[in-house]
């Protein structure tokens, strides 16, 4: 079977493109920036960090990489290449996407809502059988503050916290909208914050809460707006930021490795089905503004995060930090998600594993986060 995949190069792209070429054996075309040859040394650098291993010789050969994107007519290749990959391809994952959360509207607009436009365009030439795939969010819930959100609802009656969140609800829009006019099939999953804990690759994707510790760590540190740095002070001497966010607002986060084997359990190994399936990927247990707090604290004595509703006069890394995570310090939810469709495909799946302490600690350690630099990377575009 001959599969595409968009968003490859991405945290979560990535994870199930090593996936399908290496549990699955399928063949996978990837569409990216780039030239083909730049693209593919790219993509084997990026699987080779977040795996920790190099693919085999087997396995790289059912890999193509084509020089196009999402945005574009014809995903930006050319009529010929067009024509062949959709008359192949009998299953489309769609994982590209700005994951920019502080992002302009036309610019998180144009890739998330107009770049899945295209690739259900691209669907239309293919084959009836072939399965689309969209990679979506847990946000489109937007500001639905308290209660259970069930699987198939999406409706935009409450408002959006952020451009993104609305532009990934039209995204989702349409996909339904595609899957009822065709009678095709369609799988939406909407994974919440997924998180990793282990050491990466210095080339692997960043994942959220190694962003937010890497930028919170590096003031901590090295000093940021207003605090002097530590050569400058004595490294026992308080540091104190005020975040502008309830200590029991509750985040969903989500481990990789469960987050991945259920995309693949939902989007890949179940029946097919005219219409629309949607699934949250997401973890039983919410994490609170607290828990992460605490633990980031814990990585450095003489920090102390206060948790508040607003912020009064904040200093100058105060405000640096809370335009860096919008992600964060901009949701107010005590909500909880319905996982009865995962669930019921699932089975013989363990839940993922609990999020700890220890576990928060290991994920927002920078030397998780997969960026190698040791400076923060607030939020940015999922390469496409």
């Known amino acids: 079977m001959t599969f595409l995949i968009t968003g490859?190069?991405?945290?979560?792209?990535?994870?199930?493109?090593?996936?399908?070429?290496?549990?699955?054996?399928?063949?996978?075309?990837?569409?990216?920036r780039g030239s083909p040859a730049s693209l593919r040394a790219?993509?084997?650098?990026?699987?080779?960090?977040?795996?920790?291993?190099?693919?085999?010789?087997?396995?790289?050969?059912?890999?193509?990489?084509?020089?196009?994107?999402?945005?574009?007519?014809?995903?930006?290749?050319?009529?010929?290449?067009?024509?062949?990959?959709?008359?192949?391809?009998?299953?489309?994952?769609?994982?590209?996407?700005?994951?920019?959360?502080?992002?302009?509207?036309q610019r998180l607009f144009a890739v998330n809502t107009h770049g899945t436009a295209e690739m259900l365009a691209f669907a239309d030439k293919t084959d009836p059988s072939c399965r689309f795939?969209?990679?979506?969010?847990?946000?489109?819930?937007?500001?639905?503050?308290?209660?259970?959100?069930?699987?198939?609802?999406?409706?935009?009656?409450?408002?959006?916290?952020?451009?993104?969140?609305?532009?990934?609800?039209a995204a989702e829009k349409l996909v339904r909208e595609w899957a009822e006019r065709h009678g095709r099939e369609a799988i939406v999953l909407r994974p919440s914050v997924v998180a990793y804990d282990r050491k990466a690759g210095a080339n692997a994707p960043s994942h959220p809460?190694?962003?937010?510790?890497?930028?919170?760590?590096?003031?901590?540190?090295?000093?940021?707006?207003g605090i002097p740095a530590s050569s400058e002070r004595s490294p026992a001497a308080e540091i104190r930021l005020r975040l502008p966010v309830p200590a029991d607002v509750t985040f969903n986060i989500v481990p990789d490795v469960y987050a991945v084997q259920a995309m693949l359990r939902v989007a890949h190994d179940s029946g097919t089905t005219a219409g629309v399936r949607t699934f949250h990927i997401v973890h039983p247990v919410e994490t609170s503004a607290r828990q992460i707090a605490t633990a980031i604290e814990s990585l450095h004595p003489g920090l102390s995060l206060c948790l508040d509703d607003a912020v009064v006069d904040p200093t100058p890394a105060e405000t640096f930090v809370a335009a860096s995570l919008p992600g964060f310090l901009n949701f107010r939810h005590r909500r909880t998600y319905d996982r009865t469709n995962t669930l019921a495909l699932t089975s013989g799946l363990a839940d993922p594993v609990p999020l700890d302490h220890p576990y928060l600690v290991r994920a927002l350690t920078p030397s998780s986060s997969g960026d190698g630099s040791g400076s923060p990377r607030p939020e940015e575009p999922v390469s496409l």
Request: aromatic letters at 8%; a negative charge; hydrophobic letters at 45%.
């Open 8 to 32: 490859a190069t991405g945290f979560l792209g990535s994870r199930v493109l090593f996936d399908l070429l290496t549990t699955y054996r399928h063949d996978v075309v990837t569409v990216g």
């Open 133 to 169: 795939v969209h990679m979506s969010t847990m946000a489109v819930a937007g500001k639905v503050s308290a209660g259970v959100i069930l699987e198939d609802y999406l409706s935009d009656a409450h408002g959006f916290e952020t451009h993104y969140d609305e532009s990934k609800y």
């Open 209 to 225: 809460l190694g962003v937010m510790g890497q930028l919170i760590g590096t003031i901590a540190r090295t000093g940021g707006p």
């Open 42 to 105: 790219r993509m084997l650098t990026v699987l080779e960090a977040v795996s920790g291993r190099s693919l085999l010789a087997e396995e790289r050969a059912r890999l193509r990489c084509l020089s196009g994107d999402v945005t574009h007519p014809y995903l930006g290749l050319t009529p010929a290449l067009y024509g062949w990959l959709a008359a192949e391809c009998q299953a489309v994952w769609h994982c590209a996407g700005d994951i920019a959360l502080a992002g302009e509207r």
